[in-house]
């Protein structure tokens, strides 16, 4: 990442060290940018997270359904009970979701970064070129 890092802030020093008002307009849309795929970032994770917040709602209500059968089935038959333990120890976990990959969609994406760098070279190359 530190590479990454140091590529940013030389494109920032390029645009600050001979500011005109194209090179901070310019800066101006990348920061526009960058805003708007972190807001857009953050709404996902929150929607994931709300997802996940509901998921392990309904795994916390089935499991208190299941201890309260249990609980009935220990009341009414102590064997029942000894009998029901095996059964749910052996019972099959549900698998946790795999992760989604970090550059987003099917196409497998640029990384919000890449794209950034891509950004800002064709800022630099396009004003470079239109200046001198």
């Known amino acids: 990442m530190g590479d990454d890092d140091d590529f940013i802030m030389d494109e ?9 008002e194209e090179k901070l307009r310019e800066l101006g849309e ?11 970032a953050f709404g996902k994770i929150e929607k994931r997270m709300d997802e996940i917040e509901t998921s392990i709602g309904s795994v916390e209500s089935q499991l208190s359904s299941l201890s309260s059968r249990v609980a009935a089935g220990v009341s009414a038959s102590p064997s029942a009970a000894s009998d029901a333990a095996p059964a749910m120890a052996s019972a ?3 698998a946790a979701p795999k992760p989604k990959p ?23 190359a396009k004003s470079d070129g239109g200046s001198e």
């Open 12 to 20: 920032f020093e390029w645009a600050l060290k001979d500011p005109t």
């Open 30 to 40: 990348v920061i526009s940018i960058i805003t708007g795929k972190l807001i857009d």
């Open 92 to 94: 099959p976990m549900a």
């Open 102 to 124: 970090a550059g987003g969609g099917a196409g497998g994406g640029m990384s919000m970064m890449g794209e950034l760098k891509n950004l800002l070279a064709a800022r630099r």
